[in-house]
């Protein structure tokens, strides 16, 4: 149940982040404008895609319930190659050789490293010392991204705000596994627990940074790299965390389950790199006048 879970949660993601790109792309204020993050809130498409994000959450915690965080994560993943046709159809995305290839390689790559590896469940409670060294990690390249993703615009800026988002989203990730553990003690013992915190601000510092990302027009980058970061960051706290193993069958059943992780990365790579949409949903202000 969690697997399929996992790419149900993976079709709402992608719906939802097309949609909220196409938001994004139709609000006033330029990328370097934090007020877009504002004026998004008036766009019913941008809404109708925050929905979907908040469905495919849900759907995600039930399967983090289920199932293993790297497995669930890995397919979740899968929602960078059903976003790009709805990207090309909805916010003018290109779709070309090379995104087909990092697509395949992508899908090959996920399916492999789950099958390969058959990554399995750990402690399902960790200690609070290495949940607060993962976080202030975590935390520290987030800043250090979103000061570099800064300086840059057009794809370069959507590749490192969607690494910094991923980064966000992967601790999300790992902190509801904890969270659904959690929900039925009651609302006075959710406010006492650090989960609750956690989840929060690392759910508001991927939601900033990915509509940042976003906002650039270039849907590829974005989504490369905040899958790819998002996968990886989950593979580590699975590991260093939760003490997830990523194969019980012995060294070579782990080796080619990294094969498969890294194939994936390689496609996502691929995607990473993918040209800018011949056009852009993003309004002009004060156009020149005629002459």
């Given at each position: 149940?969690?697997?399929?879970?996992?790419?149900?949660?993976?079709?709402?993601?992608?719906?939802?982040?097309?949609?909220?790109?196409?938001?994004?792309?139709?609000?006033?204020?330029?990328?370097?404008?934090?007020?877009?993050?504002?004026?998004?809130?008036?766009?019913?498409?941008?809404?109708?895609?925050?929905?979907?994000?908040?469905?495919?959450?849900?759907?995600?915690?039930?399967?983090?319930?289920?199932?293993?965080?790297?497995?669930?994560?890995?397919?979740?993943?899968?929602?960078?190659?059903?976003?790009?046709?709805?990207?090309?159809?909805?916010?003018?995305?290109?779709?070309?050789?090379?995104?087909?290839?990092?697509?395949?390689?992508?899908?090959?790559?996920?399916?492999f490293f789950v099958s390969a590896g058959?990554?399995?469940?750990?402690?399902?409670?960790?200690?609070?010392?290495?949940?607060?060294?993962?976080?202030?990690?975590?935390?520290?390249?987030?800043?250090?991204?979103?000061?570099?993703?800064?300086?840059?615009?057009?794809?370069?800026?959507?590749?490192?705000y969607g690494a910094a988002a991923g980064?966000?989203?992967?601790?999300?990730?790992?902190?509801?596994?904890?969270?659904?553990?959690?929900?039925?003690?009651?609302?006075?013992?959710?406010?006492?627990?650090?989960?609750?915190?956690?989840?929060?601000?690392?759910?508001?510092?991927?939601?900033?940074?990915?509509?940042?990302?976003?906002?650039?027009?270039?849907?590829?980058?974005?989504?490369?790299?905040?899958?790819?970061?998002?996968?990886?960051?989950?593979?580590?706290?699975?590991?260093?965390?939760?003490?997830?193993?990523?194969?019980?069958?012995?060294?070579?059943?782990?080796?080619?389950?990294?094969?498969?992780?890294?194939?994936?990365?390689?496609?996502?790579?691929?995607?990473a790199g993918s040209a800018e949409p011949?056009?852009?949903?993003?309004?002009?202000?004060?156009?020149?006048?005629?002459?």
């Amino acid at each position: 149940m969690g697997p399929a879970l996992a790419v149900l949660a993976a079709f709402l993601f992608a719906i939802g982040t097309v949609l909220q790109q196409k938001g994004t792309l139709s609000t006033e204020a330029g990328e370097n404008d934090p007020r877009f993050l504002v004026q998004i809130l008036r766009r019913p498409v941008w809404l109708v895609g925050a929905a979907m994000m908040a469905s495919g959450w849900v759907v995600q915690a039930m399967a983090l319930d289920r199932g293993s965080l790297v497995v669930v994560q890995s397919l979740v993943a899968l929602s960078l190659v059903i976003a790009l046709p709805l990207g090309a159809i909805l916010t003018d995305q290109h779709i070309g050789q090379r995104e087909l290839l990092g697509a395949g390689l992508t899908l090959v790559g996920i399916i492999f490293f789950v099958s390969a590896g058959q990554p399995q469940g750990g402690n399902q409670h960790p200690g609070a010392a290495a949940w607060w060294t993962a976080v202030l990690v975590i935390y520290a390249l987030v800043i250090v991204l979103f000061l570099v993703g800064a300086r840059f615009s057009g794809a370069a800026k959507a590749l490192t705000y969607g690494a910094a988002a991923g980064l966000g989203y992967g601790l999300q990730a790992a902190v509801t596994k904890t969270f659904v553990t959690e929900v039925g003690s009651g609302i006075l013992a959710l406010l006492s627990s650090w989960s609750i915190y956690v989840l929060i601000l690392s759910a508001l510092t991927g939601f900033a940074l990915q509509q940042s990302s976003l906002k650039t027009g270039v849907l590829a980058p974005a989504m490369a790299s905040a899958n790819s970061v998002s996968l990886f960051t989950s593979v580590i706290l699975g590991i260093a965390v939760y003490d997830e193993m990523i194969s019980k069958s012995g060294a070579g059943h782990t080796g080619s389950a990294f094969i498969g992780l890294a194939i994936a990365l390689v496609g996502i790579a691929l995607l990473a790199g993918s040209a800018e949409p011949e056009s852009s949903e993003q309004p002009t202000t004060n156009p020149s006048p005629a002459t």
